[in-house]
């Protein structure tokens, strides 16, 4: 009877997951921006922003390939931005952006990034977008339509994106950053097996960057493949370990195959470098299966404390008292 509970359980809480989820998505404000150098061109690589309010940790995202982030379900307020330096060219970078909104309608606010550079160091040339940039073997006209393709998928239009990035490909089949790109758009629009693809042709052609990994384990777990997940997943987090969001996934597929252990650890590092919240909810699954109700209240309690104004507060609330009971049979 008690494993039927628990695997009972187990889809409650993974419903519980994506109304939360959905309802950070649908949330009542966005904050969007752009981390730039001074020069006004985007930084080479993905840079990790955190959102920070009241001096808690709210959200941790790394920016596209144009240098764009974004923030869903916020409520007013003043937030702290935060773009972390490279540690050699560019300094670790604070601005603050307030959300003043009136009225109740959804409103979308934004807030740009300027790095700052290092005393003695000097700001690359404006046009630079990415590594391939710096690569002459490249040609120029696979260059723009990578360009191009980076700023449609800013824009949030997919389809487009997509054409501009096969023609990239087209001209130099070599190209990473268009593989990467196309399968970011594929899995946007659910097209889960050509994204898997498009990220395993990047992993093939760069196999010590770790954004393709991140990107085919997060497809694999869409598409709830959780055991395939786990290699690239791992894989990723070999390459770069102050990602939470790979760790997160991990965390998710150790636990959905099983491993429970692994699956804990990899949680608790997630939510360590990033305090991405959901990470409680994760780990209160957990800890319910693992038949330790005690440790699943302090999550989701947790996860309550961080989201004082989730819609969900009361559907939690009654996930724990259904906890409490069973803490309490069996003492």
């Known amino acids: 009877m008690i494993g039927l509970i628990r695997i009972q359980s187990i889809f409650a809480f993974i419903a519980l997951l994506a109304a939360a989820s959905a309802a ?127 700023k449609l998928a800013a824009e949030n239009q997919p389809e487009k994106a997509i054409k501009h990035f096969q023609e990239a490909i087209a001209i130099h089949p070599s190209l990473y950053s268009a593989h990467a790109g196309m399968g970011e758009q594929l899995s946007k629009l659910r097209r889960y097996d050509e994204a898997a693809a498009a990220y395993q ?16 384990g997060t497809v694999l777990v869409k598409q709830k493949k959780y055991g395939e997940a786990l290699a690239p997943l791992r894989r990723s987090i070999e390459l770069e370990k102050q990602s939470s969001t790979p760790y997160l996934l991990l965390g998710l597929s150790e636990m959905m195959t099983g491993d429970y252990q692994s699956a804990e650890s990899d949680l608790l590092r997630a939510y360590e470098i990033g305090k991405p919240t959901v990470a409680h909810i994760y780990l209160a699954n957990l800890y319910d299966l693992r038949g330790e109700p005690e440790k699943a209240i302090e999550q989701l309690q947790a996860f309550l404390k961080e989201n004082p104004e989730t819609p969900d507060s009361r559907q939690i609330r009654e996930v724990i008292e259904r906890l409490r009971k069973q803490a309490s049979s069996k003492k």
């Open 201 to 216: 042709k990047a992993i093939e052609i760069k196999p010590d960057r770790a954004e393709a990994y991140t990107g085919l």
């Open 24 to 150: 950070q998505a649908q949330g009542v404000h966005a904050l969007q921006g752009k981390v730039v150098l001074p020069n006004g061109a985007a930084p080479n690589n993905s840079v990790k922003v955190t959102l920070t309010f009241n001096g808690i940790r709210v959200y941790e995202v790394f920016t596209d390939l144009s240098g764009r982030f974004s923030f869903s379900g916020l409520h007013k307020g003043t937030y702290q931005l935060t773009a972390e330096g490279d540690g050699q060219t560019f300094e670790t970078t604070t601005v603050y952006a307030e959300v003043a909104a009136f009225g109740n309608a959804p409103q979308v606010f934004t807030q740009n990034i300027q790095l700052r550079p290092k005393r003695g160091q000097t700001t690359p040339r404006t046009g630079i977008v990415s590594v391939e940039s710096l690569d002459a073997s490249i040609p120029e006209r696979a260059r723009k339509e990578l360009q191009q393709g980076v």
